[in-house]
Nanobody, 126 residues
Framework: VQLQASGGGLVQAGDSLRPSCAAS????????MGWFRQAPGQGRDFVAA????????YYTESVKGRFTISRDNAKNMLYLQMNSLKPEDTAIYYC????????????????????WGRGTLVTVSS
């Protein structure tokens, strides 16, 4: 699966953004898709994930109630609605996909995702 994220930008605290991720290739083999983020000088952290088939969603604690992950299977699109943005949300946001029938140790583990997009920068000013 090939992934391309877009929709980042520069916003003020309290504003909203909706990055999207276009998937192409063998998307029928996708089990899980997620968003991760990497702030300057930091590691890549889990943000949210959704099961491609069933639609179950998962979030890191710091974004619960503010971010919503969704997918459109017909369009092979993944979205992340981000509301009430904070300066600490500033990071490069990456979308990722995990194939079916591959090693799985949890939705938040970077190593479980075999496909990654190039990332989109989100900057939140105070």
């Amino acid at each position: 699966v090939q992934l391309q994220a877009s929709g980042g930008g520069l916003v003020q605290a309290g504003d909203s953004l909706r990055p999207s991720c276009a998937a192409s290739g063998h998307t029928d083999s996708t089990y899980l898709m997620g968003w991760f983020r990497q702030a300057p000088g930091q590691g890549r952290d889990f943000v949210a994930a959704v099961k491609w088939g069933g639609g179950e969603t998962y979030y890191t604690e710091s974004v619960k109630g503010r971010f919503t992950i969704s997918r459109d299977n017909a369009k092979n699109m993944l979205y992340l609605q981000m509301n009430s943005l904070k300066p600490e949300d500033t990071a490069i946001y990456y979308c990722a996909a995990k194939r079916k029938f591959t090693r799985y140790t949890g939705f938040a583990e970077v190593s479980n995702y075999g496909s990654w997009g190039r990332g989109t920068l989100v900057t939140v000013s105070s």
